[in-house]
């Protein structure tokens, strides 16, 4: 795990801190899922540049979480093959695993789990087959920059407080924050406080130093009743 984080940390350049005074950008969830009614190719478009490696820059704090937040509509069936990507975590190797990664992130490509999932392929190749090292440098770069985009992206969102929780798209998203953003690898209760997830936290770190830590869940609770409909 901390080789991990230092991995990410070296490809990356996570600046933005949790707690530093900042104007914060809720989530407008009733807005995003209009736009993305009303006019898909427009968050499809913002999506593109998002992961473009050199080409993200222009876009405000609005765009970059339209586009976030807004690929969530685009797609249908991301959970089911998520799940089956965790269960190919547990029990399949990391072809397996990345094979199953490859077909969550073809239904939504800024799908944090399949992301890191990637990262975690291509760092293993370069480990264990040096001549393929020099193949995975561009791949690797490629999805921790856009890993990188997105927490950024969810930063942005709020404090971390319950007043003004992160918000999220995914179970994933939360861990994958805390673990890669806030670099806090110790967890010690995870709890539902209405729409909002709560973690108690075993431990602080330069960006993060409160003792808990509240995620927006509106969109992951609809993202699983959508599932059972």
Not at 10 to 27: H, M, W
Not at 74 to 102: C, F, I, P, Q, S
Not at 165 to 174: C, H, K, L, M, R
Request: aromatic share 10%.
């Amino acid at each position: 795990m901390r080789k991990f984080i230092i991995l990410i940390l070296l490809l990356t350049s996570l600046k933005l801190s949790a707690q530093t005074e900042r104007t914060l950008t809720p989530v407008n969830w009733k807005k995003i899922e209009a736009e993305a009614k009303d006019n898909p190719q427009h968050i499809k478009t913002l999506m593109g540049y998002f992961m473009k490696v050199d080409a993200d820059t222009a876009l405000t704090a609005d765009e970059r979480i339209l586009a976030f937040y807004g690929s969530t509509y685009l797609g249908k069936g991301v959970l089911e093959a998520e799940w089956e990507m965790l269960k190919a975590r547990r029990e399949g190797t990391n072809d397996e695993v990345a094979v199953m990664a490859d077909k969550v992130l073809a239904i939504n490509p800024l799908n944090t789990n399949a992301i890191v999932s990637k990262i975690s392929y291509y760092r293993q190749v370069a480990t264990t087959d040096p001549d393929k090292a020099w193949m995975t440098t561009d791949s690797l770069k490629v999805y921790a920059v856009r890993l990188q985009r997105i927490l950024e992206t969810i930063s942005m969102t709020g404090d971390g407080s319950r007043k003004h929780p992160f918000s999220v798209t995914s179970v994933g998203d939360e861990y994958n924050f805390v673990n890669y953003f806030l670099t806090i690898s110790k967890i010690n209760r995870q709890m539902v406080v209405d729409t909002c997830d709560r973690f108690v936290l075993g431990e602080t770190s330069q960006k993060y130093s409160a003792p808990d830590i509240y995620f927006d869940i509106t969109r992951v609770l609809e993202i699983e009743r959508e599932m059972f409909k």
